[in-house]
């Protein structure tokens, strides 16, 4: 199920084979986060682990 919350797309998964495409099969597509401007300043350029 793809919902929108507010500016951000979710998708919803109902059931547990669903559940496991997702997070085995499908996780990098799905693990990418924005790149935010914090991130820029407090961990030289994306590079650190804060």
């Known amino acids: 199920m793809h919902l929108k919350f507010g500016s951000k797309p979710v998708?919803?998964?109902s059931s547990a084979e669903m559940a496991k495409q997702?997070?085995?099969?499908h996780?990098?597509?799905f693990a990418s986060r924005p790149l935010l401007a914090?991130?820029?300043?407090?961990?030289y350029n994306y590079c650190d682990m804060t």
């Open 38 to 43: 914090v991130g820029k300043y407090t961990s």
């Open 27 to 29: 996780d990098a597509n």
């Open 22 to 25: 997702f997070l085995k099969i």
């Open 11 to 13: 998708l919803v998964a």
